[in-house]
């Protein structure tokens, strides 16, 4: 026992005292902050606003477009389009105006008298202005709105500000289709209503009959198998260094004559398993730190009241599972590297738990799709598999726990075979050096008392 | 088994695969001496090593150790093994991997620390301590390894070819260390192909080949019982005596001196008064004893060498 603790402490230490492990560690969390932090703080910065000019001969159009861009005709608009997404407005409500009034007031409108000007003239006029830096931008409306080759001329000194010259856009058109209708002689009221969408209302159901929103929990339950098939396989691959490296300096000699070769493989797999629980551990935390960074942001509320609800116990299964894969992989990856003799070997003997993983990983998706069917019962029992969809199962839909129990029993079944294979594997193939050893010689090992 | 034995091999078989690596090999290895285990390459040295410290089991026979008392303990903790191939962790501070390897030999905490210090220093290796290993000479990690091997103070310590990769200068200071072991009675099994090494060193011999041991004892004995037929010789006037082969088997003559072999049942005291009665004059009459290196030849038919290493490393376990 004294000598087993002496093995994981060696290796975790070996692993998390680096600077390597540091780096590795900090990185998916610093990662994760900037895609999701740093936008977030940036586009909470307000811009600078567009000075406009618009040159209207018609006179019809320039009050319509003002109006548009106001902040109550931008919320009402919103408002709008989250009714018609089938949500419920109500809770947006403080969101829509805020933004819209921010939206809003990206815009100032600056007086032109184009009076007896020719289109030349005006032209060469403004563009003088906006080099002069006295306005950012203007717009020239045709003449001829109603027709088909009316040309609309917006010239702009910050082309790069697309949200600007979307948010324009669509005030532009929404002013001459409703001057157009007008023209017509059609109710824009009535046409509004007969063409409204259907409400779709797509959410699916749990067992236990609440809603969750599904593309939420699709990203989410993709991140949760994405981790867990990375975090197998980095430290699976670690494993197969660490073992390699120890036949590599022949150091497996002096190990091998101080400690039972059961204690050194099941010391090292589980030191390295526990460095593995750390870093895991961090990015955990992590995740749940931007996540309630995030929620604290207006304007992301509503997304994070549809993510899927989790729960600390479900934290421990996945904590449970990624154990049981990576004790399942790892002493997968130890067997190799006990019959290889260089890393880089070991490397190209390292695709078939690759293999089984990534499948585990594919199964991932039927699971998303179909948390009940048939599939995603045995792929979330089979062992090699089950550590990598079940975790992803729970989180779609929480299975019976009998389901989650009889996994993590035959998963560790399946661990104790793992290992003692790998053992017996360990014991005779450190001690081969030279060559590689064939598949009739390890099942000879295997056999050999 | 009686008290001053160390180490008791009984009997040892181990087979692999239908190759035999040892066949019924018995020996025992006495307290507070130094043993040397001889033979050529692929003998059977390094299985029988390896079973001496635990790594592999015998198939047959049993290895008994002095030091436990009614059998009780782990033998692994009481000795210290310095393996042929060597090894440390390339990129771990030196005093980290002693502590590790101490640990392992159930020797922890701060008199861990204390004991590789002391050796550090002993060692001159003391500012090295915080080093990693690819920073260390090839010489400066054979110390280094060397300390893993005794940091525990074990009782028995068994050395494969102890001093390959050594410059001189470290050979003798390493030999001057292991005196001072067995000064404080701790007892030594080196492995060599280096004769002139083991004949300064040991106090006792095996010799195996071909799996079987070939003559074993203490140096004394060896040599003795290989008999002391050869006679160093210098004179004038001799020419009757040398050519009776009655009394001389053979002469091989080299620069300044003969070379006398007897013949059989002739003792040199025989020959030295056959020679005086001749009337010779005898500037020298030496008895040489002979070499363990002529011993090793004639024993194995062969010249210990190191020359298929590379065969051997393949061979399994």
């Given amino acids: 026992m004294q000598k087993f603790l002496a093995v994981v402490k060696h290796e975790y230490k070996k692993i998390v005292y680096k600077w390597a492990f540091l780096i590795g560690t900090l990185l998916f969390p610093i990662l994760g902050a900037g895609f999701a932090v740093v936008p977030a703080l940036i586009f909470s910065i307000k811009g600078e606003p567009i000075r406009i000019v618009v040159v209207d001969p018609t006179g019809r159009i320039y009050p319509r477009l003002v109006e548009n861009l106001s902040a109550e005709k931008l919320s009402e608009k919103f408002d709008k389009a989250i009714r018609e997404s089938g949500r419920d407005s109500g809770t947006f409500e403080g969101e829509t105006k805020q933004s819209a009034a921010l939206l809003a007031s990206g815009f100032v409108w600056v007086d032109y008298d184009a009076g007896g000007k020719s289109p030349e003239q005006v032209r060469k006029e403004l563009n003088v202005r906006a080099v002069a830096d006295e306005i950012d931008a203007y717009l020239i409306v045709p003449q001829n709105i109603a027709e088909r080759d009316a040309r609309f001329e917006f010239r702009s000194r910050k082309a790069g500000d697309f949200v600007a010259e979307k948010t324009l856009d669509d005030a532009l058109n929404e002013a001459v289709r409703s001057e157009r209708l007008a023209e017509a002689k059609i109710d824009r009221k009535l046409l509004d209503e007969l063409s409204r969408d259907v409400d779709l209302d797509a959410k699916s159901i749990s067992e236990s009959g609440e809603e969750k929103d599904s593309d939420m929990l699709f990203i989410a339950s993709l991140v949760i198998g994405m981790m867990l098939y990375l975090s197998l396989t980095i430290w699976g691959q670690v494993i197969l260094g660490a073992v390699v490296e120890e036949k590599e300096t022949r150091i497996a000699e002096i190990l091998f004559s101080s400690a039972r070769p059961f204690t050194l493989l099941f010391g090292k797999l589980t030191g390295v398993g526990l460095a593995g629980l750390t870093q895991l551990g961090i990015w955990v935390a992590s995740l749940l730190g931007i996540g309630f960074f995030l929620s604290l942001q207006p304007g992301l509320e509503s997304v994070f009241k549809s993510l899927p609800d989790i729960t600390p116990i479900m934290v421990v299964y996945f904590f449970l599972f990624f154990l049981a894969g990576f004790f399942i992989y790892a002493s997968m990856f130890a067997l190799i590297g006990s019959m290889v003799t260089t890393v880089q070997e070991g490397g190209q003997f390292a695709f078939p738990p690759i293999l089984i993983m990534l499948v585990g990983f594919y199964f991932c998706f039927a699971v998303i799709r179909d948390p009940n069917s048939t599939l995603s019962f045995w792929a979330s029992i089979i062992p090699f598999f089950a550590p990598l969809v079940m975790p992803v199962r729970i989180l779609a839909e929480t299975p019976p726990f009998w389901q989650i129990a009889l996994s993590l029993v035959l998963n560790g079944l399946a661990i104790a075979g793992l290992v003692w294979l790998a053992a017996r594997v360990y014991r005779i193939g450190m001690l081969m050096y030279g060559k590689r050893a064939t598949i009739p010689e390890i099942w000879k090992w295997i056999r050999q008392a | ?317």
């Fill in chain 2, 1 to 317: 088994m009686s008290d001053d034995v160390t180490l008791s091999v009984r009997n040892v078989t181990k087979r692999f695969d239908g190759f035999t690596a040892v066949e019924s090999l018995s020996f025992d290895v006495r307290a507070g001496r130094v043993f040397g285990f001889l033979g050529p390459n692929g003998a059977g040295k390094t299985t029988t090593i390896r079973m001496i410290v635990g790594i592999t089991a015998p198939d047959k026979g049993e290895i008994r150790y002095g030091f436990l008392k009614n059998g009780q303990g782990s033998s692994q903790e009481r000795i210290g093994y310095l393996p042929e191939e060597r090894g440390l962790y390339k990129k771990m501070r030196i005093v980290d991997q002693l502590r590790y390897f101490a640990e392992l030999k159930g020797l922890g905490g701060s008199d861990a620390v204390k004991r590789i210090d002391s050796w550090l220093e002993r060692m001159d290796l003391a500012e090295w301590r915080n080093k990693k290993t690819t920073d260390l000479s090839k010489g400066m990690q054979q110390k280094i390894q060397f300390i893993s091997t005794v940091v525990h103070d074990p009782d028995l310590l068994v050395l494969d070819e102890p001093f390959s990769g050594l410059d001189p200068v470290n050979v003798e200071f390493m030999i001057e260390v292991l005196d001072e072991i067995k000064a404080r009675g701790k007892t030594i099994i080196f492995s060599t192909h280096l004769m002139e090494t083991a004949e300064r060193l040991c106090n006792d011999i095996i010799l195996i080949n071909k799996s079987r041991k070939v003559l074993g004892g203490s140096l004394r004995e060896v040599k003795e019982a290989y008999g002391t037929n050869l006679i160093a010789f210098r004179g004038t006037n001799a020419a009757a005596v040398l050519a009776d082969r009655s009394l001389i088997a053979k002469v091989v003559s080299h620069s300044d001196e003969q070379e006398l072999h007897l013949a059989p049942g002739i003792t040199s005291g025989s020959l030295l008064v056959a020679l005086i009665g001749a009337g010779t004059s005898i500037s020298k009459f030496e008895v040489k004893e002979p070499s363990l290196n002529d011993i090793f030849i004639e024993k194995v038919g062969g010249v210990p060498s190191n020359a298929d290493a590379a065969a051997r490393a393949v061979t399994p376990v």
